[in-house]
């Protein structure tokens, strides 16, 4: 499709637009009385309306029911969990049996590397990629050193190379042969956070297995992103959090994949709690723990339900919506916010580069531009004009034009609202 930077064109590409309808089921914030233009649905996705009447409904229960709302609530709570079940199977690409919600991200990779990460004197290493999310290094550090390692000696980088800015499948597949029978474990944001680059899941996960490693995913970036088979790639594990793409609110419950080849191993160690107990037999209360066979049997405590309340109402919108028609549109929006990026670059003679893979491939719902010439001050004036970007030092903002609620106007009024701040910054 031949792209023009047109308010015109953008409105015609809107009313095509077969989710334009769902940018009304969102609660926009505003800045200087208007609909902002939000960037930041990587970081914290927008609060749909719907929501509300997910968490009063159990505001509601409690008053009404109190105790017995845990079996007799509209929805009640022993298992509301289950509710996710059928929706975020279908969202990561699993069997129902094999994803849980509870916790919150890093806690749920903590547990799930009890389980899948046992170094032995022989086996011990954890392959990561530089520059990993922080809360990731901070994590497998501590793991390494519980279990007594060095973490300058297990944890084994992916770097890029000089010059680039993104990391090659073919690096990652190298460095697995090499540490070979020293992996333990090769655990990976799934799409990089500061890049916006997508790995190669499916063929990472074979090569890390292939030398008798487990692989493990951090799904942050990527749940309710890009199409995910987490079941057909063989993944063993995968964690993610559901207030990035997937619009739960903030700091809310994480989502956690277990292959089904590991619910019926007994052998695998893994922390305990009743919530993960055979659920037919959770109020005998009897001292033996017999897990669930699947996910859930990863769960510990009974579920936060305020919690999950608007947990299900975003799963909800997914399964109405599909992954299907999110990623066409997701595609289609991202290149037109590149186009933008790159004629407003023409237009005004400046020097921003987009760092994020230009392969669709490789790429998904974000851009990550550096900022060469212009910086903060540019930062802070989009800030100020309604355009909600994020910083990341030392000079990148990253721009997520989510399928769900953004419009290609937004992305012509974007271009407008930069092209302005780059020639006020010049005077
Ligand atoms: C957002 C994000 C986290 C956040 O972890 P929490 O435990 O939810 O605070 C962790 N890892 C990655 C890769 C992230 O992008």
């Known amino acids: 499709m031949e792209f023009q930077n047109t308010r015109e064109f ?51 229960d409690w008053a009404k029911l109190a105790v017995e709302g ?69 994590m497998l550090k501590s793991q390494v050193k519980f279990h007594g390692f060095d973490p300058d000696d297990a944890i084994v980088e992916i770097k ?48 890390g297995q292939d030398v008798g490693a487990y692989v493990g995913w951090d799904l942050a970036h990527a749940a309710g992103n890009i199409k995910l088979e987490l079941h057909e790639w063989n993944v063993d594990f995968a964690a993610w959090c559901s207030y990035k793409y997937m619009n739960s609110g903030p700091g809310n419950a994480s989502g956690a994949f277990v292959h089904e080849m590991h619910h019926n191993d007994m052998d695998l160690p893994r922390f305990a709690g009743w919530w993960g107990h055979n659920k037919e037999r959770r109020f005998l209360m ?17 579920l936060p339900i305020l919690s999950l309340a608007p947990y299900l109402a975003s799963v909800e919108m997914f399964d109405e919506v599909g992954m299907t028609a999110l990623i066409a549109k997701r595609d289609l929006i991202t290149a037109y916010l590149e186009f933008i990026l790159h004629e407003i670059d023409k237009e005004v003679d400046s020097t921003f580069e987009i760092i994020t893979p230009p392969n669709p491939e490789e790429r998904a719902c974000q851009l990550s531009v550096f900022l060469h010439g212009e910086g903060r001050a540019l930062f802070e004036y989009l800030m100020k004009n309604g355009v909600i970007v994020d910083w990341r030092e030392p000079n990148v903002i990253r721009l997520a034009p989510v399928p769900f609620y953004c ?17 006020s910054h010049k005077k």
């Open 70 to 138: 845990h079996f007799y609530a509209e929805k009640p709570w022993w298992d509301y969990h289950e509710r996710f079940a059928g929706p975020l199977s279908k969202i990561v690409g699993a069997l129902p049996t094999e994803v849980t919600v509870m916790n919150t991200l890093t806690v749920n990779l903590h547990l799930l590397m009890v389980t899948f990460y046992r170094p032995t004197a022989r086996r011990y290493k954890i392959i990561c990629e530089e520059k990993a999310f922080p809360s990731d290094q901070y």
């Open 160 to 207: 890029r190379r000089e010059g680039e800015h993104n990391i090659r499948t073919e690096d990652v597949l190298a460095k697995i042969k090499e540490v070979g029978d020293e992996l333990a474990l090769v655990l990976m944001g799934g799409v990089n956070y500061y890049t916006g680059q997508v790995f190669d899941i499916k063929t990472i996960t074979k090569a």
């Open 10 to 60: 953008a409105q015609q590409l809107d009313a095509k637009d077969k989710l334009a309808k769902y940018r009304d089921e969102f609660i926009f914030p505003h800045v200087n009385g208007k609909q902002v233009i939000y960037f930041t649905g990587n970081s914290l996705g927008l609060q749909p309306k719907r929501t509300k009447a997910y968490v009063d409904e159990v505001m509601d």
């Open 407 to 423: 419009s290609f106007e937004d992305m012509y009024e974007f271009g407008q609202i930069l092209k302005q701040g780059i020639v």
């Open 286 to 302: 009897e001292p033996a723990f017999d897990p669930v066979r699947g996910a859930n049997g990863w769960q510990v405590s009974n």
